[in-house]
């Protein structure tokens, strides 16, 4: 199965650290671009209310990613590789007071990625 979106371990820790202070229950959203840049964002729950105009891409650190549909539809064919960078990242984000913030890479998937993402999406219909 072709991971959606995967996590650095530095990613992985500081999300840890943040389940720690925070609770187990966290989530991202990856960030359009308006107040917080383009950027995955960590949330307590209910801080932000998932719909359909959301796509559940997958799991990073145990805890839920989403994104926006018509981002999604923009970058459907890339891997999102959520990294962790020094110094504050967005104001709604719970790693701002640690000093630290996710950064969104990304590689493009390649033709048999591409193929089994396409074959996952239609068992998933």
């Keep these: 199965m072709v991971d959606k979106v995967i996590a650095t ?8 650290r943040l389940k720690g202070k925070h609770g187990p ?15 995955a964002n960590c949330y307590l729950p209910g801080e932000l209310n998932m719909g359909a105009g959301d796509v559940y891409l997958g799991e990073i650190g145990g805890c839920p990613f989403y994104i926006g549909k018509a981002q ?4 459907r064919h890339t891997q999102l590789i959520i990294d962790v960078i020094d110094g504050h990242g967005g104001g709604f ?3 701002g007071a640690e000093g630290k913030a996710f950064h969104t890479r990304s590689r493009v998937f390649n033709p048999e990625e591409m193929a089994e993402l396409a074959a996952q999406d239609t068992a998933c219909a």
């Design 9 to 16: 371990p530095a990613a992985v820790e500081l999300i840890a």
């Design 25 to 39: 229950d966290l989530m991202f959203h990856q960030s359009g671009g308006c107040c917080d840049g383009s950027a």
């Design 72 to 75: 999604y539809l923009r970058w």
């Design 93 to 95: 984000s719970l790693e």
